[in-house]
């Protein structure tokens, strides 16, 4: 039996809870940067790919943002808002690791300049939500683990 | 519960891919029955893992002069050569329900395939993140892809029969391609018809491999085609896609690197090779003048195959292969400090590092003292 894991799931951002990634505004700019989170991270391994779309694509929530490759598994990046990309970060292309070694600051994927922020912000996980949501995923990925 | 049950022969490279694909998007979208395809490529295609360098991993002159077609897979992995002697193997199904965790996941689809070979008497098991093998010689490669619409495709190649020298003619390798390296090629796989004999049809494999996955996943199979609209789709695909030079082309921004280190231990002479994407393993070779099962140095190269670099992941699995192949004469601790040794000299020199998914790095030509 796999033992008891505790996730670094910072309460300063929200969450898809289906696709884990994570989504933190800037009050200032209003841009919103998304990576994902340690979860989701764990689920996947490690990095060996990313491929993110340009600056200046229009996506909507749900469609890609991109495709990631770890342990030959390879995945869409989905967007969980809507908006048009103004940032990449670079680093991680080059790097894909360095989202494994640092998933909430160095391992941003993208910046969104947000369409819906309100409505689709609303869908979320945040705030007190996010305990909650963290146990039963946690429940979830154990009771999936082969036992020896 | 049932799935529809597609067979096919003589696929072209664009139609096969772009048909896994539009059928993973549609399955997750529910517009499209869960499907397993058993299927052949016409001979033959190269196919390329989702982000691989067409131009670093094939010998594309070798392609065009032999009329081999080229394309880009949506699954990861390393490259491989399809024809009518190998098994394509294509799961569409919906994510949900099914485990969130890559390993666990691809442990699952795998299980078909799995019971599959055991019908035939083929006791094969899965191994390490992504390969099936049998006494620790790969027999098929695995991949999935996680569409954004919820489907989830899983892609297989399973090796009924395989002329390793033509294989070694089409990807690029870093070896002489002599019959000794051909033959050190051969010793880490397997083949359905290298167990069983000249005379297994594909037809009966497939037939027993389409039981295997009902069975692991207690459903019915109900053969079918696909619709008018999955055709629609599927060449829109590849015409989009799959045909573009766009998509077969495109490159990287992860550097591939590769390096080698030579140590002397009481075992025997222990010579290792590593080729590197960024900081992942893509593949490792050990050989030298030790005593080891050629099944147990393959066996170790598998688990190795996309491998964090790091020195704790790297000395966990080498500990844990020595777990499991306790009769061996490698120590531990020496096969780590090379591979780790070949690691570092890897970075510091980064160069182009073809490897296909089942060849590994081969001999080093001018090995350094380790």
Request: charged fraction near 25%; hydrophobic fraction near 45%.
């Amino acid at each position: 039996m796999e033992s008891e894991r505790l996730y670094d799931v910072p309460e300063d951002r929200h969450y898809d809870g289906t696709r884990h990634l994570w989504v933190r505004r800037d009050a200032g700019s209003g841009l919103v940067r998304v990576g994902i989170d340690a979860i989701g991270l764990e689920a996947l391994g490690e990095l060996a790919y990313i491929q993110l779309k340009a600056a200046g694509t229009a996506v909507a929530r749900g469609e890609s943002l991109g495709t990631l490759e770890a342990a030959k598994m390879t995945s869409n990046i989905v967007a969980p808002v809507s908006g048009t990309i103004v940032g990449r970060n670079d680093a991680v292309l080059q790097d894909p690791l360095a989202v494994n070694d640092d998933p909430y600051e160095r391992g941003w994927l993208v910046e969104l300049d947000p369409t819906r922020w309100d409505e689709e912000a609303a869908e979320l996980v945040s705030g007190e939500a996010i305990a909650g949501w963290v146990a039963a995923e946690v429940e979830r990925f154990r009771a999936e683990a082969p036992t020896d | 519960m049932s799935w529809r049950l597609i067979t096919d022969d003589g696929a072209a490279a664009a139609d096969g891919l772009a048909g896994d694909e539009s059928l993973a998007d549609r399955v997750g979208r529910g517009t499209s029955p869960p499907t397993l395809r058993l299927y052949t490529y016409r001979p033959h295609v190269a196919l390329i893992g989702r982000f691989q360098d067409a131009a670093h991993e094939l010998d594309l002159a070798t392609c065009r002069r032999h009329g081999i077609g080229v394309n880009r897979r949506p699954t990861g992995g390393g490259a491989i050569l399809m024809g009518p002697d190998q098994l394509g193997v294509a799961l569409a199904l919906r994510a949900r329900g099914l485990p969130g965790r890559a390993r666990e996941l691809m442990a699952r689809f795998s299980d078909g395939l799995v019971r599959g070979l055991s019908g035939l008497g083929i006791a094969a098991s899965f191994r390490g993140k992504n390969d099936l093998a049998v006494g620790g010689r790969k027999i098929a490669g695995l991949g999935i892809h996680r569409s954004a619409s919820g489907g989830l495709l899983f892609h297989a190649s399973l090796l009924v029969d395989l002329d390793v020298a033509l294989m070694a003619r089409v990807l690029r390798t870093p070896f002489e391609k002599t019959s000794a390296e051909l033959a050190a090629v051969a010793a880490g796989l397997d083949t359905v018809r290298n167990i069983l004999g000249e005379k297994v049809a594909l037809t009966d494999v497939r037939a027993r491999v389409a039981a295997g996955f009902a069975e692991s996943f207690d459903v019915g199979l109900e053969p079918g085609e696909l619709t008018g609209a999955e055709r629609a789709a599927r060449d829109t695909l590849a015409r989009e896609k799959y045909r573009t030079e766009a998509w077969v082309f495109q490159r990287t921004e992860v550097p591939d690197a590769d390096g080698a280190a030579v140590l002397t231990t009481p075992g025997g002479r222990l010579d290792v090779r590593v080729a590197l994407a960024g900081r992942m393993i893509k593949a490792v070779h050990v050989h030298g003048d030790f005593f080891e099962r050629e099944e147990a140095v393959a066996d170790l190269e598998g688990r190795l195959r996309w491998h964090a670099s790091n020195r704790p992941a790297v000395a966990a699995t080498v500990r844990e292969w020595a777990r499991l192949h306790a009769d061996g004469t490698l120590a531990p601790d020496s096969l780590t400090q090379t591979i780790l040794s070949a690691v570092r000299r890897a970075r510091a020199t980064p160069v182009d590092g073809p490897y296909g998914c089942f060849v590994s790095p081969g001999r080093e030509r001018e090995a350094v003292g380790g």
